[in-house]
């Protein structure tokens, strides 16, 4: 019965037959990956009623072993690990709930909390539409969104100045995000181009802000000869990449067809973050908690990447990008040859990122940082739901000399997979507990790593290709633009239909302009030999250093840090006594000294708005976000106050 | 000469020591090896008493011009030896005792001390505990802070002390005080302050010593915390509370919690008093802090301090307790050249 049950899960989750799949083939020979199996454990739970531990579930699992895992851990009552939350629906599901860590992070982004921050930290992308019905498509493409924003509650989502998020009751104004539509059908060539790229400057520079309005902004461009442009930016504070990907299927899905109708969803984002909320302090939450602070601690630098600039001193608008496209053979080639090797393609990718890095930064030893779609599973609709999942994770990568490729791409899988295993706290906390330890206040880990190979099976149905009035989809015309706060370097692997799509998006103003192409073209070599095959038994080059070197030169490995710490004692004076008064009520714990930290007293980046904007209300001058993280004590903090207040007016 | 009752204990010892060659000295105890084993030069002389048979504690108190009572445990003690000590006219000094042992030599029958000193509390807490925060109070002050703790390991009778740290006369667990009401406060766990190490655990505790002071000084609020290095010790005293039944029963548990407590840490024990001025602007300290490795040893310290202010005629005669008739600058100026203490800052 139990057998039956399973092979039907696999075969809906790797799209084959339940009759045929061999019961002694791994899940990723099969063709899953880590994303699918965290899906596999959610239908196991809901379909079977058992709980299994997220590091039982590793995609070298084969059909009989999951059903021996199944059959132990009913007998057992559950797993070992199992998550001790159910998501449930909350009894108003307009009441607003707290920010998830990442999206603290944006927020303060927002706030200019962070170096590298920006306006808005969102996306931007457009897609060409040929076929389109220019009368209908504007009506078709506002009701479908209409449609969308009664399905998907996050779409109507708002962010308080208080850092807490609500969802609005539909009829409230502005609740439904409305399409602007530019009619360019009889317009000149050159007038084309202009209102375009204005549009595309205007969408990548300016982001839907979901705390004045929605946080997600749709406009078509109508063309002449039946042709169109959708553009869609999305901040990310209310809206993840995989919330991305879900967005513009189930867009066009209805744009497609006026009746079609989407499988109703059982909870929503604000259900899943409150359940998340009862996870924190329980017995499984500080095990993996503890797990992470056994393992970072001794955690490598970010890597040694030359800088030109501090990145504290740079103002970017808009991040640079890279792109190169792995032709639709070439991705299967790859896909193939990592199942060959028992490693996920994203295990691969991230390995072919850590030898690129590794030999632009001379060493081999490095913390990287890595952004992580994956939900927890929950619940079975978890996969469906828009909203600002995402979290981080952070990933030590160590390339020990000597070994091939494919010996290198195992170690990173089995790390990558005990990582996994243990993402009940979020990276942005992990990272917060680091820097507090290292006594930092700089990014500790500017470089990203972003995969979401495997994700489009993770969804379910294929993209749609063709969208009712809106014509057909032309993904190889396909424009996009990222804004992430705190990254230096972020890489990005996703499938674009049926090629691989790999991505640089960085902060130009640090790097030289040549090294970034050299380091990108000797990751794009490398992937491509392993696509092609021979890249897997080679013992890649390497710097003999393991940890980054020493050195006076400026490097995201070694990043200045700010002012000497104050001289230890009471607060020296009315200024410095209130902002321990106002800290102690924030924090719930006292503080009496001048050098205290607001980070070592247990303060985030969240309640740091929070209190400069409380101080604000007593003193009316206070410094930004950033400036204050620059000397975060009560002394530190008084001072920059002074400074405000003295500081002619501009 | 000076008697001193208990001078073999972890108290006493430290007495002796500290007055020992300027002094006569009689140390008493029960044992009379032990007390001999403390007693250094000529001038200390070991005496066998019995606390508990009236004969043998007048003889042990007859000729003394005061009395240091380093013996326990002081809710049994209580008068007792006060009273001794004022029946053969000599002064009184008690480590311990607190406002039970006070109220019980104000009562029946009636002593009268004439020019005869009594003090009870002179130890660390109470008694410094109560004693030094006076060095802020030079003005009005909105706030006071106090946080004395620390890991040191208890004996037998400390655990029962620390059991017996509920209900009237003692305190109120979770509660500070602000203008004449009690306020509420919660325990504070994992934090840093300023002179303990690492994070700590702090239990608010409104003590009787710690209200009588609030009164006094007339701060706006205060804020008494016991401080343990590690969840171990609360957390048996709340289980023993919970339990209820004879006392006894629970001392093992209490006296292992202390161990786990040094096993954490190492000893060491920390006093911290800050206080916020009701003038903002206005010149004077605001934090005291004041380190020793040895809790138990440094009461010793205290009690020999009084013995000698008393017999300098600084303190002023009847029956008191030690923080309400030291001189707290007096007192701190002795301390801060005590080998006991590692340090003091008045800042």
Do not use: F, K, N, Q
């Given at each position: 019965m139990t057998q039956t049950e399973l092979s039907e899960i696999w075969g809906e989750l790797l799209d084959l037959d339940p009759a045929t799949i061999p019961r002694d083939t791994s899940f990723l020979r099969l063709g899953g990956d880590s994303v699918l199996a965290v899906r596999m454990s959610a239908l196991v739970r809901k379909r079977l009623a058992v709980e299994l531990a997220l590091s039982d579930?590793?995609?070298?699992?084969t059909l009989d072993g999951l059903a021996d895992l199944v059959a132990w851990r009913a007998e057992s009552g559950?797993?070992?690990?199992?998550?001790p939350v159910e998501v449930e629906r909350r009894p108003d599901p307009l009441a607003p709930f707290p920010l998830m860590s990442l999206q603290q992070g944006y927020f303060v982004g927002q706030h200019d909390g962070w170096e590298l921050s920006y306006d808005s930290a969102h996306f931007y992308g457009d897609v060409g539409l040929t076929g389109v019905d220019g009368e209908e498509a504007p009506e078709a493409l506002a009701d479908a969104l209409q449609r969308l924003a009664l399905h998907q509650p996050a779409l109507r989502a708002r962010v308080t100045p208080e850092g807490a998020q609500h969802v609005l009751p539909p009829?409230?104004?502005?609740?439904i995000p409305e399409p602007q539509i530019h009619d360019l059908r009889k317009a000149e060539e050159q007038e084309i181009e202009d209102v375009l790229a204005g549009v595309r400057h205007e969408m990548s520079t300016t982001g839907p802000n979901p705390m004045s309005g929605p946080g997600l902004d749709v406009r078509l461009s109508l063309l002449p000869g039946g042709r169109a442009r959708l553009h869609t930016a999305m901040n990310l504070l209310t809206l993840d990449g995989w919330s991305a990907t879900l967005l513009n299927r189930e867009l066009l899905a209805l744009a497609a067809d006026w009746n079609a109708v989407l499988a109703p969803l059982e909870i929503d984002f604000g259900d899943y973050v409150t359940a998340l909320g009862r996870l924190r302090d329980t017995e499984p939450w500080t095990a993996d908690r503890d797990w992470w602070r056994d393992r970072l601690r001794n955690a490598p630098t970010p890597p040694a990447l030359p800088l030109r600039a501090d990145p504290r001193d740079v103002r970017p608008t808009l991040m640079g990008t890279r792109e190169t496209h792995l032709s639709p053979e070439r991705w299967e080639a790859l896909r193939g040859r990592c199942a060959a090797h028992d490693v996920t393609p994203s295990a691969a990718m991230l390995t072919a990122f850590g030898v690129a890095l590794a030999r632009w930064a001379g060493h081999r030893r490095m913390l990287l940082n890595s952004l992580q779609l994956n939900r927890l599973p929950l619940h079975p609709d978890i996969h469906r739901v828009i909203g600002a999942f995402a979290s981080t994770m952070l990933l030590p990568v160590d390339l020990p000399e000597g070994r091939t490729f494919a010996e290198l791409a195992r170690g990173v899988h089995r790390d990558l997979t005990d990582s996994a295993s243990h993402n009940l706290v979020s990276g942005v906390e992990v990272s917060r507990e680091l820097a507090r330890d290292r006594g930092t206040t700089r990014p500790v880990g500017p470089v990203v790593f972003q995969s979401t190979l495997g994700m489009d099976a993770a969804v379910g149905a294929a993209h749609t290709e063709s969208a009712g009035p809106l014509g057909d989809v032309d993904f190889a015309d396909f424009h996009h633009q990222l804004r992430t706060p705190q990254v230096a370097l972020e890489v990005r692997f996703y499938e674009l239909r049926d090629r691989m799509a790999v991505v640089f998006s960085l902060v130009e103003e640090l790097f030289e302009s040549d090294q970034v192409d050299a380091a990108f073209a000797d990751l794009v070599a490398l992937v491509e030999s392993l696509a092609d095959g021979p890249g897997w038994d080679l013992v890649p080059e390497l710097?003999?250093?393991?940890?980054?070197p020493e050195s006076t030169a400026l490097t995201l490995a070694r990043l200045p840090e700010s002012a000497d710490a104050p001289a230890s004692g009471p607060p020296a004076d009315e200024l410095e006594q209130q902002i321990c008064d106002l800290w102690e009520e924030l924090l719930?714990?006292?503080?009496?000294?001048?050098?205290?930290?607001f980070f070592t007293l247990g303060g985030d980046s969240l309640l740091a708005v929070r209190a400069l904007a409380r101080l604000a209300r007593h003193t009316g001058a206070v410094p930004t976000v950033r400036e204050f993280l620059d000397a975060p004590t009560v002394a530190g903090l008084a001072a920059a106050v002074r400074a405000r207040a003295e500081a002619p007016a501009l | 000469m000076i008697g001193v009752l208990g001078g073999a204990g972890t108290v006493g010892r430290v007495v002796v020591d500290r007055l020992a060659g300027r002094y006569e000295l009689r140390v008493g105890g029960r044992d009379l090896e032990r007390a001999a084993a403390v007693c250094p030069t000529e001038t200390a002389r070991p005496v066998r008493v019995d606390l508990h048979d009236p004969e043998s504690l007048a003889a042990f108190c007859d000729g003394c011009e005061v009395v240091v009572n380093c013996a326990g445990p002081s809710y049994q003690v209580l008068d007792l030896v006060a009273r001794a000590a004022a029946a053969a006219g000599a002064h009184y000094v008690d480590a311990a005792g607190d406002f039970a042992a006070l109220e019980a030599l104000r009562g029946e029958p009636v002593v009268d001390l004439g020019e005869s000193v009594s003090v009870f509390s002179a130890g660390l807490m109470p008694g410094l505990s109560g004693l030094l925060p006076r060095l802020l109070a030079t003005r009005p002050l909105t706030r006071l802070d106090c946080y004395v703790g620390g890991a040191a390991r208890i004996g037998e009778l400390s655990a029962v002390d620390a059991l017996l740290t509920r209900g009237p006369g003692f305190g109120t667990p979770l509660v500070g005080r602000r203008g004449k009401e009690t306020m509420p406060l919660a325990p504070l766990q994992k934090v840093a302050l300023p002179g303990f190490r690492g994070k700590v655990h702090a239990w608010p505790f409104l003590s009787a010593e710690m209200d009588a002071l609030a009164t006094e000084l007339q701060v706006g609020e205060l804020r008494n915390y016991t401080v343990y290095v590690t969840e171990s010790i609360p957390r048996a005293l709340a289980e023993a509370w919970a339990d209820g039944g004879p006392l006894e029963r629970h001392v093992p548990a209490v006296v292992a919690a202390a161990e786990d407590d040094l096993a954490a840490t190492g000893p060491y024990y920390t006093l911290l008093f800050q206080a916020v001025p009701r003038?903002?602007?206005?010149?004077?300290?605001?934090r005291l802090t004041l380190r020793t490795p040895d809790s138990y040893a440094l009461s010793g310290v205290v009690a020999a301090i009084a013995a000698e202010e008393i017999l300098h005629g600084r303190v002023k005669p009847g029956a008191h307790l030690a923080a309400d008739v030291l001189d707290p600058a007096a007192v701190l100026d002795r301390l801060s050249g005590d080998p006991l203490v590692t340090d003091v800052e008045l800042l």
């Open positions: 579930v590793t995609v070298e699992i559950g797993a070992a690990r199992a998550l009829d409230a104004p502005g609740a710097p003999m250093t393991s940890d980054a719930g714990v006292p503080v009496l000294d001048r050098a205290a930290g | 003038a903002p602007a206005s010149p004077g300290p605001r």
